[in-house]
């Protein structure tokens, strides 16, 4: 069995845009064993306390843009009903970090306010696919409250997420920057293919983890990619610099995602502000199942039925810890750390270019 693994590199039309290297599963399992993707630095710099002031405001504003543009009250409610700053604010964090980053390397000072517009539209339309995703999901819980699809009705709740996106649009159209316009586009288009793709599901074990890693890509990525490239632009970044901006985004996202699929295993509902084992009971085969199939292939059937019969959930949950899946898929997460910590060091020195590089630790290390 074998698994396209990217670590950067120029386009291709595979693995969201980005070129990748086939790699074996044998071949990762002895490799960890041998050899370690390396160490991530130890700054003791605090990229949230950096970013405070940048930082303090975010939701109070992205709720006075969504207020102001409708007078119902109910959609207010609901539309503003995630953005109560329980979030780890972690893809406006990433956005400021890399515009300042960059902007010091350009020899500009201050945060722009259009890269600030895009910290905002960024948290907006990762917020509108939570609300999506609940009533896809039929979730109950999200970072520890009701959800909102557990609050009001599925139809008025697609209704908000959708008027959440429509606002962040209007927002984009108002940075009257074609490329950023095109460069943020791609991000919703990216979320419907995904979510699209994770309702279906593949029968080889080597398109398997392909689907799942474009799958990944365009669910959780490209957000924070496209976000960090359109900040670089707006700050007079060239096309190189762009995709150095692009590229620590995807590897950021790839792996905040890989820790997220992995905690699902072994964090606690509480730790997670949602039920774990989520992703089994919804019948999703993420990183830890996939990596635990090479040694337990019983798993392939339960994949095939989404872990619809009884005691699939139970068992697979068992299979997954009794492999070393959970060791691979956060082998695999510090690989795109450290390739993330890699392009920011090309970065000029500075306080914000040392906290990418800790944003990377953060990822590999969050236990929530």
């Known amino acids: ?30 490799s960890m064993q041998t050899q370690q993707p390396g160490s991530l630095p130890d700054y003791r710099i605090d990229p949230y306390q950096l970013l405070e002031d940048d930082l303090k405001n975010v939701y109070e504003d992205i709720r006075r843009e969504l207020v102001a543009n409708t007078s119902h009250e109910e959609l207010r409610t609901i539309a503003t009903y995630y953005f109560g700053g329980q979030g780890k604010a972690l893809r406006p964090m990433v956005a400021i970090l890399m515009a300042r980053a960059i902007n010091y390397d350009k020899d ?36 520890g409250k009701p959800s909102v699809n557990a609050l009001w009705s599925q139809k008025k709740v697609t209704m908000a997420g959708d008027f959440i996106l429509a606002v962040a649009s209007m927002m984009i159209a108002r ?12 991000v919703i288009t990216d979320l419907v293919q995904g979510e699209f793709m994770q309702l279906g ?21 490209s957000l924070i990619a496209n976000s960090a490239k359109a900040v670089a632009m707006l700050g007079g970044a060239d096309e190189r610099l762009a995709e150095l901006a692009f590229q620590y985004g995807r590897n950021i996202g790839l792996a905040f995602q890989l820790v997220d699929d992995l905690l699902d295993f072994v964090s606690s509902s509480d730790a997670m502000g949602k039920p774990t084992a989520a992703d089994l009971k919804l019948g999703l085969a993420t990183a ?13 059937p339960m994949i095939m039925r989404r872990f619809q019969e ?42 914000y270019q040392k906290s990418l590089m800790v944003v990377s630790d953060l990822v590999i290390n969050r236990i929530k």
């Open 108 to 143: 500009q000072s201050g945060l722009l306010a259009s890269q600030r517009q895009v910290a905002m539209i960024s948290e907006m339309i990762h917020n509108a696919s939570l609300v999506h995703d609940d009533v896809v999901d039929q979730s109950d819980f999200r970072r």
């Open 288 to 300: 830890p199942v996939l990596f635990a199939c090479e040694r337990f292939p019983e798993l392939n």
């Open 310 to 351: 009884p005691g699939d959930v139970e068992k697979a949950f068992e299979l997954v810890h009794k492999s070393q899946g959970l060791e691979q898929t956060r082998f695999l997460a510090k690989k795109h750390c450290v390739e993330a910590v890699r392009l920011a060091q090309t970065l000029a020195e500075s306080p």
């Open 175 to 186: 940075l009257q920057n074609d490329d950023v316009t095109l460069t943020l586009s791609q």
């Open 201 to 221: 599901s593949k029968e080889t074990e080597n398109e398997r983890f392909a689907h799942y890693l474009t799958k990944t890509y365009r669910k959780t990525a």
């Open 1 to 30: 069995m074998s698994y396209s693994l990217c670590i950067g590199g120029k386009s291709s039309p595979r693995y969201g845009g980005r070129s990748c290297r086939t790699t074996s599963i044998a071949r990762a399992i002895s």
